[in-house]
């Protein structure tokens, strides 16, 4: 399972944590504790008391902070529902192993479930889109529409995809007069995002032990029977995004496909205009 390496580790992260939520978070929020057979998750709840629920998944080594850029627009017209993954570095605590998709749907859709939602507009980036995928193969019905953001599951994690990681780690450890230029040249926004390195970097402590999502099969995304949105970064490190959406487009055509231009797999940062502007349009579907 997924934990950090001791006591000290677990520590050092959650004042990063809390420091983060404190600094980032635009607005009111409820955090919740949904308990479920792979542990407790936490949930951040902001936004209005009706309208169609939002519900975010962060990407691998992400938690609901991820998406403090989008948080106050969405939460005009919606309640919001930012998951910290089971597994991942967050406030969730994990108790039992997820070791494929079909556990990754079950921890989800345990969750919609303890939180009463239906018909929810669900929004995934890379790993979390793959999370969101899984869930619709098996368990669909308590979501209404997807929004999928670089979505992993089209491709392996190969040399190209690690050497995008390792070069943002560098530049978010240069001096912060060059980071702009060297975020440019890896495009990669997140690493200009302070507060979150830091989180980044205070999760280094932690353990991660999460399935490698394998690739999508036709007939797996041919069961995808919901309106999705699908935004790929023009110059993402995760996968050729130009084969990615021609190939859905055959085999999927009911989808909405987007390639984004100038931006790389970390779309929420890259384009958060775009990328809420595309949400609360999806929502509505």
Not at 91 to 100: E, G, L, N, R
Request: charged content about 20%.
């Amino acid at each position: 399972m997924s934990e950090f390496r001791n006591a000290q580790a677990a520590a050092r992260f959650q004042a990063a944590y809390d420091h983060a939520l404190a600094t980032l978070w635009p607005g009111p929020r409820t955090a919740i504790d949904v308990p479920g057979p792979y542990g407790t998750t936490r949930v951040h709840r902001t936004g209005t008391e009706s309208g169609r629920p939002i519900v975010l998944l962060a990407a691998s080594g992400g938690n609901s902070l991820m998406w403090h850029h989008h948080l106050g627009q969405l939460a005009e017209h919606h309640p919001v529902f930012a998951l910290d993954p089971i597994g991942e570095p967050g406030a969730s605590k994990q108790t039992a192993p997820i070791a494929d998709g079909a556990d990754a749907a079950a921890w989800l859709d345990g969750v919609l479930a303890e939180l009463g939602l239906t018909d929810a507009h669900l929004v995934g980036c890379s790993y979390g889109g793959w999370v969101a995928l899984q869930h619709q193969l098996h368990d669909p019905g308590r979501v209404g529409s997807l929004t999928l953001l670089d979505p992993a599951g089209f491709n392996g994690f190969g040399f190209r995809f690690y050497a995008w990681l390792i070069a943002g780690g560098l530049a978010a450890s240069a001096p912060r007069a060059l980071r702009p230029r060297l975020a440019r040249a890896v495009g990669n926004s997140a690493v200009l995002e302070e507060e979150l390195m830091r989180l980044s970097r205070a999760a280094m402590g932690f353990r991660r032990a999460l399935p490698v999502p394998p690739v999508l099969t036709d007939e797996e995304l041919r069961r995808i029977d919901l309106p999705a949105l699908f935004l790929l970064g023009a110059r993402s490190a995760l996968h050729d995004s130009a084969e990615v959406a021609a190939r859905l487009e055959r085999v999927l055509p009911s989808a909405r496909v987007e390639i984004v231009p100038d931006a790389g797999h970390s779309l929420p940062m890259d384009a958060p205009d775009l990328v809420t502007g595309r949400i609360l349009a999806q929502s509505r579907v």
